[in-house]
């Protein structure tokens, strides 16, 4: 069964800190990988990707760290605010999963505590 | 620009009923998606329409079915409803199929089953 692990379930960090949030993945066949940030009573947001054949991806304060033979990946934010405070899912999509299926962690809620 | 449109936004239903979302996808975006949303199982796939096609469906009960319009506007309807479909019913559209990049969530409609 196509599967993807994330962790932690939430995080607590001071603003100005960096919180990590990491994510397996089992599906060899994936070959995108994106980070979604939800705030309440919205929808996902895309918030960066990355496919396999880079090891890093920066955008703004916003990076993520690609380790394939390892499968795994994880969403640095940099220099986090109050404004980060939301849930985030990592997800996962490739050939292997048929037409375009994000599979999803189950989401980290970050709290950035100012 | 518009983003992607989900009504109504809250429903209450009761077991045993039927309940027909709705879902308007971004201008000229053909391809729309749809995920459920629940504490404990996260974001799960359900279908994906393309060009009035089912071309995807996840792992779900035949109670759960949609289709796709002319002008890729989506319903999904899910009948006899239970308890267990209390959820986030979130609606995502592309341009196409496997459109990593222009995919896009709307705000959702939250269902609760009393």
Known sequence: QQQVKQSPQSLIVQKGGIPII?????????????WYQQFPGKGPALLIAIRPDVSEKKEGRFTISFNKSAKQFSLHIMDSQP???ATYFCAASGRGAGSYQLTFGKGTKLSVIP | KAGVTQTPRYLIKTRGQQVTLSCSPISGHRSVSWYQQTPGQGLQFLFEYFSETQRNKGNFPGRFSGRQFSNSRSEMNVSTLELGDSALYLCASSFQPRDNYGYTFGSGTRLTVV
């Open chain 1, 22 to 34: 990491n994510c397996a993945y089992e599906n060899t066949a994936f070959d995108y990988f994106p």
């Open chain 1, 83 to 85: 404004g980060d405070s």
